[in-house]
């Protein structure tokens, strides 16, 4: 039988070997947001998802169940749900807790939802909680440190990246017919205030011409392999830091 690396599948026992072998769980977070009209409003946290589970596998690590959480994005347009950072942060430090009571050493907060104030969010609740524990946490966009040069895209919203991700992981959910590389962005809601003061853009949002050229599943398994290759190294740098 295959090695159990998602704790909701785990029986008491397997979770408390697993923890023992390898003390070290991934949570991965997204947000519904709008990302145009080819791929679905749980973007963020599915191609998340998707290379997270890949990245248990390879590092041994165990991977929590998918959170739906994150601060201030595109929150006029339509479809888009995020919470205040005091939430998030307070939500973020209990994870923090009770995966400590759990025996894990070293814990990894990927998210797939970006922007400055998302990781500004992140960071400062993981800085915060280490400052007062010995567990040693990683957090970051699962871009962040991956060498991507020799790829033709780089990280994005809803473009070729994201696009080739959610091919790779979830090809069911993307609509290449819908594709517009225009589209005028739905501005729905009424503006909520936010730390950073950041408001939606209004007009019509761009997307890269040669998209549907480029995005492809291929890509998008390349993409991941980089994405959890550098992940797996820095969990090993990590580890090693572990008392």
């Known amino acids: 039988m295959a090695r159990k690396f998602k704790?909701?599948?785990?029986?008491?026992?397997?979770?408390?070997?697993?923890?023992?072998?390898?003390?070290?769980?991934i949570l991965?977070?997204?947000?519904?947001?709008?990302h145009g009209d080819h791929l679905p409003l749980g973007t963020d946290a599915l191609k998340m998802r998707g290379i997270a589970e890949r990245l248990a596998e390879a590092s041994g690590a165990i991977l929590l169940p998918q959170s739906w959480f994150?601060?201030?994005?595109?929150?006029?347009?339509?479809g888009t749900i995020t919470f205040s950072k005091d939430l998030v942060k307070r939500i973020l430090t209990e994870f923090f807790e009770n995966l400590e009571k759990?025996?894990?050493?070293?814990?990894?907060?990927?998210?797939?939802?970006?922007?400055?104030?998302?990781?500004?969010t992140i960071t400062e609740a993981a800085n915060e909680y280490m400052a007062r524990s010995s567990v040693r946490i990683i957090a970051q966009p699962e871009y962040e440190g991956v060498d991507l040069s020799g790829f033709p895209c780089e990280a994005d919203h809803g473009d070729t990246y994201e696009t080739s991700l959610m091919m790779a992981v979830r090809p069911d959910l993307v609509q290449m017919d819908k594709f517009r590389g225009e589209v005028?962005?739905?501005?729905?809601?009424?503006?909520?205030e936010n730390p950073w003061g950041?408001?939606?853009?209004?007009?019509?949002?761009?997307?890269?011409?040669d998209l549907p050229q480029q995005a492809s599943p291929e890509l998008g398994e390349r993409?991941?392999?980089a994405i959890v290759s550098h992940l797996c190294g820095r969990i090993e740098e990590e580890l090693s830091r572990v008392a």
């Open 223 to 225: 993409l991941r392999e």
């Open 184 to 192: 005028e962005i739905p501005y729905t809601y009424e503006y909520r």
């Open 28 to 34: 991965a977070t997204g947000i519904l947001e709008w």
């Open 198 to 209: 950041f408001r939606s853009p209004r007009g019509t949002y761009h997307f890269s011409d």
């Open 70 to 78: 994150g601060v201030v994005g595109y929150d006029e347009m339509l």
């Open 7 to 25: 704790a909701e599948e785990m029986t008491p026992a397997e979770f408390e070997a697993a923890m023992e072998e390898k003390p070290v769980v």
């Open 102 to 120: 759990m025996g894990a050493k070293l814990i990894v907060l990927l998210t797939g939802h970006y922007g400055p104030y998302q990781v500004e």
